[in-house]
């Protein structure tokens, strides 16, 4: 491995205070102390085997996932604009390689979920960590404007149909696969992925499960790499990205549209 050991506890703790549940202004801690950074070779073994060209979205997700033919899923691409302090985000939602990660967002977009929720976590850096990390949002229980933010990062998006929260599971697609890999984190140092965390990238966060996200997001404000096989990256800012990097904690998403692409969000029973 290139890293020192120096450098991989640094990366390491940075990837566990970037799991949902319980956050502060300073980390989103985990249910665990420790990390989800684990590569294992049944994520490789897994990617490996999906090769199989797959003749629509839904048949090579529903087919091998349990319980994901209930979620939705976007079959292509969409534009979703973001509205915060009246200055537009726009970012491209990639549903061709993150299906149901992109096809939960923009479902939720569509529902008016994240109309009127709060950013509770900004880290632009510090002179200890000067490195920009992510501007955090999207827990509903930021939509009570009483609800004290140092608590917030615990909340999911809770389905009214179900009356259960929908969490959606990890997907993230290694290059030269043609579907993704679901459930498990893998080494994206041996194995690039196909949405990697560059500057502007949007992505869920989550809590040690992998298969914990639900309405969470977050902005990269730097390229942050090693992420990468980790959390689920479901599109890029294309236009705005000044705006991000504007957020305070506690600004609000004044409103969330599908500007393009709605017709390519299938959900179930379509």
């Known amino acids: 491995m290139r890293l020192k050991i120096s450098q991989f506890l640094v990366s390491l703790a940075i990837v566990s205070a970037l799991m949902l549940a319980g956050c502060s202004t300073q980390q989103v801690a985990s249910n665990s102390p420790s990390a989800t950074s684990t590569a294992t070779s049944n994520a490789t073994e897994a990617s490996t085997k999906t090769t199989t060209e797959a003749t629509s979205v839904s048949q090579s997700t529903n ?22 302090k009246s200055s537009p985000i726009t970012i491209e939602v990639d549903g061709t390689n993150a299906p149901i990660t992109a096809g939960n967002f923009v479902d939720l977009v569509q529902k008016g979920a994240y109309d009127g929720l709060a950013f509770h976590r900004v880290e632009r ?3 200890e960590k000067p490195q920009p990390f992510v501007v955090q949002g999207g827990d509903p229980q930021s939509k009570d404007p009483k609800f004290p933010i140092d608590q917030l990062g615990t909340g999911s998006y809770i389905d009214p149909k179900t009356g259960n929260i929908r969490y959606i599971p990890l997907e993230i697609k290694a290059k030269g696969s043609n579907t993704p890999v679901y459930n498990q984190t893998f ?31 977050y902005f990269a404000l730097a390229d942050i790499g090693f ?7 479901f599109g890029y800012v294309t236009q ?26 299938k959900t179930p029973g379509q």
């Open 125 to 127: 850096g510090t002179p």
């Open 227 to 233: 992420l990468d096989g980790n959390y689920a990256v």
């Open 187 to 217: 080494d994206a140092t041996a194995q690039p992925v196909v949405l990697p965390h560059k500057q502007g990238a949007v992505a869920m966060a989550r809590s040690q499960s992998p298969d914990s996200a639900s309405s969470q997001f």
């Open 63 to 84: 087919e091998s996932v349990p319980g994901i033919a209930n979620l939705p899923r976007l079959e292509g691409k969409a534009t979703v604009v973001l509205t915060v």
């Open 240 to 265: 705005g990205f000044d705006v991000v990097n504007k957020i305070q904690q506690g600004d609000r998403i004044d409103s969330a549209k599908v500007t393009q692409g709605a017709e390519n969000l």
